[in-house]
């Protein structure tokens, strides 16, 4: 039986698994997969939520657009950003980016 | 609810092992490009989530979005970034691994400990009747019209900036 805890727990999972990879990789690319896995847990749990609301709601929907929208941008700026730490450093180590370091 | 002839509580059951999967494969596989591409999968399985949630719209935005823009826009980079140098960063990792691994576990079984502890006072029937796709649209031009407009603004911003930093000086 699919209930609204089936999706939150699916969700918190989601969640565990971006939280992980946030924390322990090193790769910059490997950092920025864990964000958009967050980003899609709580898109996620905002069209769960909306469609278990009584009467049906629209605005869960309206926030995923937007949370689409912004997930869209932060990963173009990520990767120009990456792409320019490369460029500059010769490494994607988050750990050997440390120049601004005293 | 769109059922495609299998019983909700199936699809629920492949689309979860299609996106945790998908998930873990993206954090944890040998070569980044494969990464990348469970990285899609799972995102393909949120959208499967999306279709069975009612929201076939939002499906389709995250398959275009995410699938068409995203996952492609990180293979080119990972193209742009020589290969023999994603492989010497991961080595060392394992160490620090551990305790990462206990704290986003502990933080997802303690949300989802909750969730199954309040299961009894929310409302886990979903409600009768779905809303049609045509509700969207006057939703987000006539009721939330300015952070339709704000988010238009980011984007063309953050767009112009991603150009500006990913310039090569001549």
Redesign the interface.
């Known amino acids: 039986?699919?209930?609204?805890?089936?999706?939150?727990?699916?969700s918190?999972?989601?969640?565990?698994?971006?939280?992980?990879?946030l924390?322990?990789?090193?790769?910059a690319?490997?950092i920025?997969?864990?964000v958009?896995?967050i980003v899609?847990a709580a898109?996620?749990n905002f069209?769960?939520f909306t469609?278990?609301?009584?009467?049906?709601?629209?605005?869960g929907?309206?926030l995923?657009?937007?949370s689409?929208?912004?997930?869209?941008?932060?990963?173009?700026?990520g990767?120009?950003?990456?792409?320019?730490a490369?460029r500059l450093n010769?490494?994607?180590?988050v750990r050997k980016l440390n120049k601004l370091k005293g | 609810m769109v059922t495609l002839g299998i019983s909700?509580?199936i699809s629920?059951v492949i689309l979860?092992a299609v996106?945790?999967i998908g998930?873990?494969m993206?954090?944890q596989a040998k070569e980044?490009i494969y990464?990348?591409v469970a990285?899609g999968l799972?995102?393909i399985g949120?959208a499967g989530?999306?279709v069975?949630?009612?929201?076939p719209?939002?499906a389709m935005?995250?398959i275009a979005?995410?699938v068409g823009?995203?996952v492609i826009?990180?293979l080119f980079?990972?193209m742009?970034?020589r290969r023999e140098?994603?492989e010497t960063?991961?080595r060392?990792?394992n160490a620090?691994?551990n305790?990462?691994?206990w704290?986003?576990?502990l933080?997802?079984?303690s949300?989802?400990g909750v969730?199954?502890l309040a299961?009894p006072n929310?409302?886990?029937?979903?409600?009768a009747?779905?809303?049609p796709v045509s509700?969207?649209g006057p939703?987000?031009a006539i009721?939330?019209p300015a952070?339709?407009i704000i988010?238009a603004l980011?984007?063309s911003a953050?767009?112009i900036?991603?150009?500006v930093?990913?310039k090569v000086e001549r």
Not at chain 2, 52 to 55: P, R
């Open positions: 039986m699919v209930t609204l805890v089936s999706y939150i727990i699916v918190a999972a989601l969640l565990g698994i971006g939280i992980y990879g924390s322990t990789k090193r790769n690319l490997r920025l997969f864990a958009e896995i899609n898109n996620l069209a769960a469609r278990y609301m009584n009467p049906p709601q629209v605005t929907q309206i995923v657009f937007y689409v929208g912004a997930a869209a941008m932060e990963a173009a700026v990767l120009a950003l990456i792409l320019l490369f010769g490494t994607i180590d | 909700p509580d629920f979860t996106t945790l998930a873990i993206a954090l980044l990464g990348a990285l799972s995102f949120v989530f999306f069975i949630l009612d929201a719209y939002l935005l995250q979005v995410y823009a995203i826009l990180i980079t990972i742009l970034v140098q994603s960063v991961e060392s990792e620090e691994g305790l990462g691994l704290l986003a576990g933080l997802a079984l949300i989802a969730a199954a299961g929310l409302s886990v029937e979903p409600a009747g779905n809303l509700d969207l939703a987000l009721q939330y952070p339709l988010l980011l984007i953050a767009l900036g991603g150009l930093l990913a």
